[in-house]
C-alpha cells in the first residue's frame, strides 16, 4: 500500500515539477526585469504576433517578456482590475475603440509620447487619444463564398432580401467586438431611430447572434450561412493559408466600420519605459509585418503593407470619423439592442 | 465538523462573493423572468429528450450483455460518453455539419444538450437496470412476458424514482449550462448562466450577478425536493435481458454518433492537410499535453478524495438533503472569485483550477450516482455501528473498499471533463496551460479544422487520466480490502 502510494505521489511530483518548470514559463532570471504585457489570447498565443514580438523585444532590451492572457477586451479588463497592480501590467494590447472608455474610467493610464507617427490617413483619427496608440486596424464587412449567392449584397437594404433570411452570421454586440462595430455601422450609417428599425427588420434574416467572432466565422466555414460579418482581410487568410480563392469581402455602397486595436500602459507600470520601448516595436516596421502578418490586420504605420497582398484591400471606402463612444452611451446602445432581440423573441 | 466543512467548501464561491460585493438592487425582472423561462424550458426538454434517447439506447446496451460481446458494448459506451467530454463546440460545429439549417436559439440548445447527455442517461439507465431489475427480468422472460407489457407494468413502474432522478440530474446540467446557451443561443436563448456572465464581463454588476446565481440555487435546491432519492445495489449477478435488449437501439448509437462525429472527422481530415504548421510547436504541445494529464489529474484525485469525504461524513439527513439540493455556483461566478482570491501566478493556476473544476463537479458526480452507492451500503453501516465499530473504522474496513472503484470511475469522468476544459482555464490561467486551451487560442484565429486536430490528443490526455484515476482506485481497493 505504502509502495503504490509513493509511486503514484512520485510520479505526480515529477510531472507537476517538469510541467511548472517548462522552459517558457521558468521564472525570469533575478537580474532581468520582466515586462508583463496583457493581451487577448491570439494575440499572445503561439500563432499570434505575440511570442515573434517577445523574441525580438527581447534580444535588444535586456530584459524578459512575459504575456498574461484574458480571452478577450471584456474578460482582459476584468483582469486587469482584479490583478493589474499587484502583478505589475506593464503594457495592455487589444482594446479597440469601444473599450477605450471603459479602460479610461477604470483605470489610470500613462500618457504616451511616441512623437510624429506617419500612419495612414485612415488610422490618423484614432491618434487623438493621448492614452492609447493603435497598432493595427481593419475594415469589417461581409464576407461571401463565390457563386453561392445569386445576387451579393452591396448595401446594408440588400441585407434584408429574403434569399438572405436566416443565412447571415453575426455576432452579438454585447460580448463581441465586430458585434459592437455592425451596431455602430448600422446606426452610424442610418441614424439612431431608423438605425434601430432597420435592425428589427434585419433580426429576421439573422441565423444567429455568436457570443464570439470566431464562432460566427466557424458558422460559416461550416456552410450554416452564406454570409458572415467578419474582415476585409479573412478572404486573404484562406488565400495564403490554405491556397482557397473561394471567399471574397463584400464591397459595400455604405461607408465601410474600421475596428482599431490599441495599446497602453498603465499608469502602474513597474517597467514604463521598457513598456514604451516595447510600444515602439510595435510601431516599427518590423513589428508592423509581424503584427499584419500573424494578425490579419492591417498595420498602422506606412511603409510596411506596400507591395504585399494586403496592399489593394486597403482601398476600401470607410468611416472617416473615430468616435470614442462613452461607456455609457455603448451601454445604452446595448440596452436598446437586447429589447429588439427580446422583443423579437418573446 | 467534516460534514459543516465540506458544505462551506461547495459555497464558499457564493459566502466569500457576497462579502466582496453588495446586492444593493433587485435585477430587472423582465430581463429575470425572460432568462428563467429560457434555462426552464431548454433544462426540461434536454431532459425530456435525453431520458427518451438515452431509454432506447439503454435497451441496445443491454442487447449486448453476453461475454462475448462484452467488448463492443464497451466500444458504443464510449461512443455514448464521448460527446459528453469533447469541448461543446465541436459537438456544435459537427451537428451543424449534419444538420442544416440548424435551429438556434431553444430548439439548437435542446439538440446539443440531448446530443451531449443521450449517452450518459443511456449508459447510467442500463447500469441500473442490470444491477436492480437482472433478474426480474429474467423472470419475467422465463414467465413468458411480452416486451411492451413489462415495459408497461414492470419496468417503468419500479424505475420511475430512478428516472425522475437521472432526469432531474440533467434537468440541472442542463440548467446550469454555460457554453452551450452563450454558443448556440446565437443570441435567442439567454439563460440565467449567460446571464450572470454577461451582468459580470458587460458591465461589471457583481452584486446583480451573484444575487442571480444565489436565485438558480434556490430554484434547483426547491427543484430537488420534488424527486426523492434512488435506492441503489451493488452486488448483481449476470441476467438473461433478451426480453428487454433491442438492437434498435445500437441504431440509435450509430445515428446519433454520426451526427457528431461525421462533422468531426471532416474537419480532422482537412486539418490534418495543415498539420506542418504543428511541427514548429513540438515543444509546446508537448508541455501542454502534460499540463493536460497535471490538471486532469489533479481534478480526479481531488474528486476522488471529495466522494470519500461526503461517504465518510455519510449518513445524516439535512447533510443528504443538502448535497441532493445543492447546484453548484455559476461557473463564471466560481472562477472569478477565485481569480480575486490570492495571486495567480507560477503555481496557483495549477492549485486553482484544480480547485474550481472539483467545486464545479463534485455534485454533478453525486448524482451520478454516488448517492446511490452509499444507500446501498447504509444497512452495512448501521449494523457496524450498532455493533460498537467507529466512524473510522467503518469508513475503512466497510465503506472504502467497496466504494473504491466507484469513487474512481467518477473521479475518471471527473478528469476527462478538466482535460476538455478551457472556460474555467482561460479565465485562471496567464497562458496556455493544456491542450484545451491550445485549442481554443487556435479557434480563435481562423484555424478550426487545426483545433480540430489538436482536440483528438484532448481525448488521449482525457483516457489517460480515466485510466490511471479507475486503475487507481482498483488498487486501492484491493490493498484495503480487509
Known amino acids: ?346 | 465538523m467534516l460534514r459543516i466543512g465540506l458544505v462551506l467548501f461547495l459555497i464558499f464561491p457564493f459566502l466569500f462573493l457576497l462579502t466582496q460585493f453588495q446586492v444593493t438592487s433587485w435585477p430587472d425582472m423582465g430581463e429575470l423572468i425572460w432568462a428563467f423561462k429560457n434555462s426552464f424550458l431548454q433544462a426540461t426538454l434536454s431532459a425530456v429528450f435525453s431520458l427518451v434517447l438515452g431509454f432506447w439506447v439503454a435497451l441496445g446496451l443491454l442487447a449486448l450483455n453476453s461475454p462475448r460481446t462484452r467488448r463492443l458494448r464497451f466500444v458504443l459506451e464510449v461512443l455514448c460518453l464521448l460527446p459528453n467530454f469533447l469541448p461543446p463546440i465541436f459537438i456544435l460545429l459537427s451537428a451543424l455539419s449534419v444538420i442544416d439549417p440548424f435551429p438556434m436559439g431553444i430548439a439548437g440548445i435542446v439538440i446539443v444538450h440531448s446530443l451531449m447527455n443521450f449517452g450518459l442517461a443511456a449508459v447510467l439507465l442500463a447500469s441500473t437496470i442490470e444491477t436492480k431489475l437482472g433478474g426480474i427480468i429474467e423472470l419475467a422472460y422465463v414467465e413468458g412476458s411480452s416486451r411492451w407489457r413489462f415495459l408497461r407494468q414492470g419496468l417503468l413502474p419500479m424505475l420511475k424514482k430512478d428516472l425522475w432522478l437521472l432526469g432531474l440530474f440533467i434537468f440541472v446540467i442542463c440548467f446550469g449550462s454555460f457554453a452551450v446557451p452563450l454558443i448556440v443561443g446565437g443570441g435567442r436563448g439567454t439563460t440565467v448562466e449567460v446571464l450572470i456572465y454577461e451582468k459580470i464581463r458587460l458591465s461589471s454588476q457583481w452584486g446583480d450577478a451573484v444575487l442571480l446565481a444565489f436565485l438558480q440555487s434556490v430554484f434547483i435546491f426547491s427543484l430537488s425536493f420534488i424527486a426523492s432519492r434512488g435506492k441503489g445495489s451493488l452486488h448483481h449477478r449476470p441476467a438473461n435481458l433478451r426480453l428487454l435488449g433491442s438492437y434498435s437501439g445500437l441504431m440509435v448509437i450509430g445515428v446519433l454518433s454520426f451526427v457528431y462525429l461525421f462533422g468531426y472527422a471532416q474537419g480532422f481530415v482537412s486539418g490534418l492537410a495543415m498539420i506542418s504548421t504543428f511541427y514548429e510547436l513540438q515543444s509546446a504541445l508537448v508541455w501542454n499535453f502534460l499540463g493536460s494529464i497535471v490538471l486532469g489529474l489533479s481534478v480526479g484525485v481531488l474528486c476522488y478524495g471529495g466522494l470519500m469525504w461526503i461517504a465518510y461524513c455519510w449518513p445524516k439527513k439535512w447533510f443528504e438533503r443538502f448535497l441532493n439540493g445543492y447546484v453548484a455556483p455559476s461557473t463564471s461566478l466560481a472562477c472569478f472569485c477565485l481569480l480575486i482570491l490570492g495571486p495567480n501566478e507560477g503555481l496557483y493556476p495549477f492549485l486553482k483550477i484544480p480547485l474550481a473544476l472539483t467545486v464545479l463537479s463534485l455534485n454533478s458526480l453525486f448524482r451520478m450516482g454516488w448517492d446511490s452507492e452509499l444507500h446501498a451500503l447504509q444497512n452495512q453501516m448501521t449494523v457496524a455501528y450498532s455493533m460498537g465499530a467507529s466512524p473510522n473504522q467503518i469508513f475503512r474496513e466497510v465503506l472504502f473498499p467497496q466504494l473504491s472503484r466507484r469513487a474512481g470511475l467518477l473521479a475518471g469522468i471527473a478528469s476527462i471533463w478538466a482535460c476538455g476544459d478551457f472556460a474555467v482555464s482561460r479565465i485562471l490561467a496567464h497562458h496556455d496551460l493544456s491542450i484545451a486551451m491550445m485549442t481554443e487560442t487556435l479557434m480563435s484565429g481562423y484555424r478550426l479544422n487545426q483545433a480540430i486536430v489538436l482536440s483528438s490528443l484532448i481525448v488521449v490526455a482525457g483516457f489517460i487520466c480515466f485510466v490511471i484515476c479507475v486503475g487507481g482506485s482498483r488498487v486501492l481497493s484491493r490493498k484495503f480490502a480487509p
Not at chain 1, 25 to 33: D, E, F, Q, R, V
Not at chain 1, 42 to 62: A, M, N, Q, Y
Not at chain 1, 108 to 130: E, F, I
Not at chain 1, 254 to 276: K, M, S, T, W, Y
Open chain 1, 1 to 346: 500500500m505504502k509502495h503504490f502510494v509513493l509511486f503514484i505521489a512520485v510520479v505526480f511530483l515529477t510531472l507537476f515539477l517538469a510541467v511548472l518548470n517548462r522552459t517558457d514559463n521558468a521564472a525570469p532570471s533575478s537580474s532581468l526585469p520582466t515586462v508583463r504585457v496583457f493581451g487577448y489570447a491570439s494575440f499572445t498565443g503561439r500563432w499570434g504576433p505575440g511570442p515573434l514580438l517577445k523574441d525580438l523585444f527581447e534580444k535588444t532590451c535586456k530584459c524578459k517578456v512575459e504575456f498574461i492572457e484574458g480571452s478577450d477586451s471584456g474578460i482582459l479588463l476584468q483582469r486587469l482590475k482584479i490583478e493589474g497592480e499587484s502583478l505589475g501590467a506593464d503594457v495592455v494590447v487589444g482594446l479597440d475603440q469601444f473599450d477605450l472608455s471603459k479602460a479610461t474610467a477604470e483605470q489610470p493610464w500613462r500618457k504616451l509620447s511616441l512623437g510624429q507617427l506617419d500612419v495612414y490617413d485612415a488610422v490618423r483619427p484614432a491618434l487623438a487619444n493621448s492614452y492609447f496608440v493603435p497598432y493595427d486596424w481593419g475594415a469589417l464587412t461581409f464576407v461571401a463564398r463565390r457563386g453561392e449567392l445569386v445576387h451579393m449584397p452591396g448595401s446594408l437594404d440588400d441585407l434584408l432580401a429574403p434569399e438572405l433570411a436566416k443565412k447571415i452570421a453575426l455576432q452579438d454586440p454585447r460580448t463581441s467586438s465586430p458585434g459592437m462595430q455592425f451596431l455602430y455601422w448600422v446606426i452610424r450609417t442610418k441614424g439612431e431611430e431608423e438605425g434601430f428599425r432597420y435592425l428589427q427588420k434585419l433580426m429576421s434574416q439573422i441565423h444567429s447572434f455568436s457570443p464570439t467572432w470566431s464562432t460566427a466565422y466557424g458558422l460559416f466555414t461550416n456552410k450554416q450561412t452564406k454570409l458572415v460579418y467578419s474582415y476585409v482581410t479573412s478572404p486573404l487568410y484562406h488565400e495564403t493559408e490554405e491556397k482557397k480563392k473561394d471567399y471574397l469581402a463584400l464591397p459595400f455602397t455604405e461607408a465601410l466600420p474600421v475596428q482599431f486595436e490599441f495599446v497602453g500602459i498603465p499608469d502602474f507600470c513597474r517597467h514604463c519605459d521598457l513598456a514604451e520601448q516595447f510600444v515602439n516595436l510595435m510601431l516599427s516596421p518590423e513589428g508592423q509585418k509581424i503584427i499584419m502578418e500573424k494578425n490579419y490586420m492591417f498595420p498602422v504605420m506606412k511603409g510596411v503593407m506596400e507591395n504585399t497582398p494586403f496592399a489593394p484591400l486597403m482601398n476600401v471606402k470607410t468611416l472617416q470619423q473615430v468616435e470614442i463612444l462613452s461607456a455609457t452611451e455603448v451601454d445604452r446602445l446595448l440596452r436598446r439592442w437586447t429589447e429588439i432581440r427580446r422583443g423579437e423573441l418573446n
